[in-house]
């Protein structure tokens, strides 16, 4: 949770419908004859961010279903809304990209304990989401898993204890703000409860495998275009029957789900 280290900046290459992953120029949605045909989003968070390249494997994953996508990152680890709410890079990003989606993470630890979402997450939330909005781009929550064994020091002992209270702090402000929330978390608890040896976490019990991260693709996938992933090409090298049971979790919590998050 400390101070904002080495920032990542990245905007990453456009992806090609053609080739499902193969980058095309420089130039990015500015270089098409139709740049409304190209969706942009800026990832604003941390290390679940940045492990593995989830905007990568996002953006992949969104042109082998026919979505040209490009998309930026600002991510340090540990970083907090508070440090992305002080960054210049989050400041410049925004003024000077034209994004249609902004997606903002918050550490690990601080939603799931109610004086600390209270204090520190929610006033910071606040500012990101109208920074957002007044750069003429839609915020979006990234719901994040809890950690593997919990977090007993703050009265969290068990993954599920910890994945209740996050779901509760994301709930809180998004309902606030009428703000959408990719359920990142809710479809891993899925995926926990259908097999719990699911590979989901690196031996740290924190930060994503690939597969962890395959499945945060495909939940934004379906949380920013209102579509299934189911049957998506893309695999990020996973096996077969691995894909298809995260692309259903990611499609179940978030296109079939009746108790919903807040949609687009």
């Not at 996938?221 to 299934?228: D, E, K, L, R």
């Amino acid at each position: 949770m400390g101070p904002l280290r080495s920032t990542l900046l990245v905007t990453l290459a456009i992806v090609c419908l053609t080739s499902g992953c193969a980058a095309a120029p420089p130039t990015g949605c500015d270089g098409l004859q139709d740049p409304s045909a190209c969706t942009r989003i800026l990832f604003v968070g941390n290390s679940y961010t940045f492990v593995n390249d989830l905007p990568v494997v996002f953006a992949r994953l969104a042109a082998s279903g026919g979505h040209l996508v490009e998309t930026g990152m600002v991510a340090a680890g540990g970083a907090t809304f508070a440090d992305q709410v002080a960054s210049s890079d989050v400041i410049t990003k925004l003024a000077t990209v034209k994004w249609n989606v902004v997606v903002l993470q918050e550490q690990s630890q601080i939603p799931a304990v109610v004086a600390s979402r209270t204090t520190e997450m929610y006033p910071n939330a606040r500012l990101l989401v109208r920074r957002a909005q007044g750069s003429g781009a839609r915020p979006m929550f990234f719901l994040t898993w809890a950690h593997r064994d919990g977090w007993p020091e703050n009265g969290l002992p068990s993954y599920q204890s910890m994945q209740a209270q996050l779901d509760a702090g994301y709930r809180g402000i998004a309902d606030e703000l009428h703000v959408p929330v990719a359920p990142v978390g809710d479809a891993w608890a899925a995926v926990v409860q259908a097999d719990r040896a699911a590979d989901l976490w690196q031996a740290d019990g924190s930060h994503p495998t690939m597969t962890g991260t395959y499945l945060a693709a495909c939940v934004f996938y379906a949380s920013i275009f209102g579509q299934s992933p189911v049957g998506l090409g893309y695999s990020a090298d996973l096996s077969g029957e691995t894909v298809r049971a995260l692309q259903s979790a990611a499609a179940v919590e978030v296109i079939q789900n009746p108790q919903g998050w807040p949609k687009p």
